[in-house]
């Protein structure tokens, strides 16, 4: 489809939801989709979010192969396949399940709280002409390159400051992750490799990625101190 068939709103849409994770930085018994979040699962309060969202969009959920049964019995009518060893190995599951969508949002389950505004304004931005675009938000730490220290103190585990960055032109970015299905397809082509992120893909292939603002309820659930503010979000 061309760009001006997609900008006609026409394009057919498909969510991608990286959820196979096993959430080794959050330490809970469940892998860390399947984790209770008032009541609901990381999960299905993520795919609450995407069809609440209002996108008419065709769902795909990528979990752990032996959790595919209990995701199914979870989200009923969504598309469920089983996930990677790696985030963009369950990526390219989701896509192969993806069918004819034009434009293809990736976003992960582990980022529950979207609000519907950052998927409008991603989608919009591909229907508008980019092939990618990410949701970012300014950096507002102060943020030190470092290396090991020269004078070392026996058992402190200091690390030596080498360098303040300049963050006025660095993004946080997270998802929804939007392209069109050309771009993702390129992105990802023979084994498309790792990244942490799908525009990583991209861009080692050459696409422009564009970023528009995101939000901070999009955070991700990684630590159990972010589980901890996501519990007190939704009580
Ligand atoms: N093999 C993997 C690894 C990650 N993910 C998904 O990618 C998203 C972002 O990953 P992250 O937050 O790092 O989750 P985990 O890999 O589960 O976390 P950890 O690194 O702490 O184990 C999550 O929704 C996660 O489920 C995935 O689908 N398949
Ligand atoms: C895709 C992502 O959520 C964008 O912020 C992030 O890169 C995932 O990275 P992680 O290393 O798997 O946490």
Redesign the pocket.
Known sequence: MSDAGLAGGSARVGVI??????????GEDS???FVDLGGSTILER?VSGVVGAGIDAFVVV???AELVGHARELLPGVTVVP?????S???RAGLDACGDADVILVH????PLTPPGVFRRVLDAVLAGHEAVVPGLPVVDTLKRVDTLKRVVPGDGAEAVTETVDREPLRAVA?PQGFTRDALLRAHADDGGLA?DDAGLAERCGIEVAVVPGDALGF???TPWDLRIARMLVS
């Open positions: 939801v990286p959820a196979a994770g096993s959430g080794v930085r959050l892998p860390k989709a993520c990528v979990v752990p996930g990677g060893a790696h985030r190995e369950s990526v992960d389950a582990a980022r998802t942490t991700k659930i990684t």
